[in-house]
């Protein structure tokens, strides 16, 4: 992370892939074992992975795809909302983003459209409260308080897909809570792969697996060739 480098790839996303990872680290003189933290999405495969694999990290679920999952909840709730309000129609992105985002226009109809449906209302309120969590809370204590709370109006929401994502919330919230001692993301990953679709994309694809990840290497590793 320190690096920014690539320093292996594999194929697959199952839990495989960590055991390779490891395995991969004890042939080049690395361990497994003094590897601390890990920031990765709620994957169960990955979970069970480093569960078994890297036995001395503690994993910080990327506060990204947590609130992900909770705009999918969000976009859940639209969906049937608007099977009844027809005026909901085209309005996804609205409740997807945040206000600070939105166009002038997006603003009207949002403030429009709250009046419309007070449940879609309430759960977008939700959402902006959670993010609030992330964005001013630094101590894992008050985000602990703060979170508990959160949950505790969910599971009285009467909104099922919120209900379902406070459920989800609890079974990883070891996780989710120590974003507030590493202060972790998964935002190098992701700028990583953004550059590795780059190269697949330059090359229009590849037909073998293992050409593929040798460009990755050459291009992400920050390798030192030998000068012929």
Not at 63 to 72: A, I, R, S, T
Not at 200 to 223: H, T
């Amino acid at each position: 992370m320190a690096a920014r480098d690539v320093i292996f790839a594999t194929p697959g996303k199952d839990a495989e892939t960590i055991a390779r990872f490891s395995e991969e680290l004890q042939e080049h003189g690395g361990d497994s074992d003094e590897i601390t933290e890990v920031s990765m999405d709620m994957s169960p495969a990955f979970i069970s992975g480093v569960g078994k694999n890297l036995p001395n990290a503690s994993i910080t679920f990327d506060k990204f795809h947590v609130v992900k999952q909770l705009n999918e909840a969000i976009d859940e709730i639209r969906r049937n909302e608007q099977k009844i309000n027809p005026c909901l129609k085209g309005s996804r992105y609205i409740w997807l983003k945040n206000p600070a985002n939105l166009t002038a226009r997006q603003q009207s109809n949002l403030k429009t459209l709250s009046k419309e449906n007070l449940r879609l209302s309430r759960a977008y309120q939700m959402k902006l409260t959670f993010q609030d969590i992330y964005r001013y809370i630094s101590d894992k204590r008050t985000a602990d308080f703060a979170i508990q709370k959160w949950l505790s109006w969910a599971v009285r929401s009467r909104l099922e897909p919120i209900k379902k994502f406070a459920k989800m919330l609890k079974a990883h919230y070891k996780g989710v809570l120590r974003y507030f001692d590493s202060r972790l993301t998964a935002g190098l990953s992701e700028s990583i792969n953004s550059r590795i679709q780059e190269v697949k994309r330059r090359a229009k694809g590849f037909r073998n697996i293992d050409n593929f990840i040798s460009m990755v290497y050459l291009e992400c590793s920050n390798l030192e060739l030998p000068a012929f």
